[in-house]
């Protein structure tokens, strides 16, 4: 286990904010050294054990210190595979990010058992950021749907559960796998700007790493969003590439957690939380009116990457 000191350094140069750290010390001092030791051995796999150690809400702060301790790990994994300084502090305020949610969730700096194992992607350079967006280092299509040419010169895209060899594009292709950080304003220039670091990346250090499309998948993706909210960016983003629906794939429970801070929230929880934002009162308005979200995915078809990149 990692001495109180270091972890106050690691902390601080993850950005998070002194009270954070301060707040997170009576757990930490308390912790049997050993028994830290044995449980963050087992990483994501122990988490059932760690809730059982540490039950209510206590195993969040475990988690969040074992995120916190790999920070060096991530130092040096970056140092070796000859990343810029650039990459790093793109990335470095991730985790500071989750903590003002966890904050507004639970009221104490802490990890959820996903979000801990988001961390540990991002720690192990499998999530890297250029910018505004993130991405992962390497990534297979999962989404049901194929890409198809129409004869004048046009894509569209067709229901496809499978790879298809005549497709542009389709399930099981490598992809560059989009994501988007809660990090301010999805502004189309930002994002265009990203695309376009993660592109040169790509292109110039992953050379045996041929991508047929870039993709995202998200909650955000839904267009009720550019519907119900006076906000053009969302729009301007989905209109990046093209847009389908994932099928089976409810997120209204998600979307309420996301805006309103309700964990394991559902549509009648949102009178518990002010509607003191605007995205608040638009999703609220809309949850009362019967309204559900779903998972979107979004395809740019690497062949279109060059005219979408000079577009700015």
């Not at 790093?88 to 003002?100: A, G, H, K, Q, V």
């Not at 993130?134 to 004048?152: L, M, S, Y």
């Not at 560059?176 to 110039?204: E, M, T, W, Y």
């Not at 998200?218 to 969003?225: E, H, Q, T």
Request: glycine share 8%; net charge negative.
């Amino acid at each position: 286990m990692i001495s109180w000191n270091d972890f106050c350094r690691y902390a601080s140069e993850l950005l998070l904010k002194p009270e954070y750290i301060e707040a997170t010390r009576p757990f930490f001092e308390s912790l049997d050294p050993a028994l830290y030791d044995r449980l963050s051995a087992k990483g994501y796999e122990g988490i059932p054990e760690i809730k059982a150690a540490f039950p209510g809400e206590e195993y969040r702060r475990f988690l969040l210190i074992m995120g916190i301790s790999s920070w060096p790990d991530m130092l040096a994994l970056y140092k070796e595979r000859n990343y810029t300084p650039q990459q790093l502090e793109d990335i470095r305020p991730d985790l500071s990010f989750w903590m003002e949610k966890s904050m507004a969730d639970v009221g104490f700096p802490g990890l959820e058992p996903r979000i801990y194992e988001w961390v540990r992607a991002v720690h192990e350079g499998r999530i890297l950021q250029f910018g505004r967006l993130q991405c992962n280092h390497r990534h297979t299509f999962v989404g049901k749907v194929a890409c198809f040419e129409n004869p004048d010169g046009t894509v569209r895209l067709e229901e496809c559960p499978e790879h298809r060899e005549d497709a542009l594009f389709s399930f099981g292709d490598p992809a560059i796998n989009l994501h988007i950080p809660a990090a301010g304003p999805l502004k189309r220039a930002l994002c265009i700007d990203s695309l376009r670091k993660i592109v040169d990346f790509f292109d110039r250090t992953q050379t045996d790493f041929s991508y047929k499309a870039v993709v995202c998948y998200s909650w955000i993706l839904d267009p009720v969003f550019p519907k119900i909210m006076k906000s053009t960016n969302l729009a301007d983003f989905q209109k990046l590439g093209h847009l389908y629906r994932l099928e089976g794939y409810d997120e209204t429970n998600e979307v309420v957690w996301r805006v309103f801070d309700i964990p394991g929230g559902t549509p009648a929880d949102i009178g518990r939380k002010p509607w003191n934002t605007g995205m608040r009162r638009a999703v609220g308005e809309y949850l009362q009116q019967g309204g559900r979200f779903n998972e979107y995915g979004l395809i740019i078809l690497r062949r279109e990457l060059p005219a979408l990149l000079a577009s700015e």
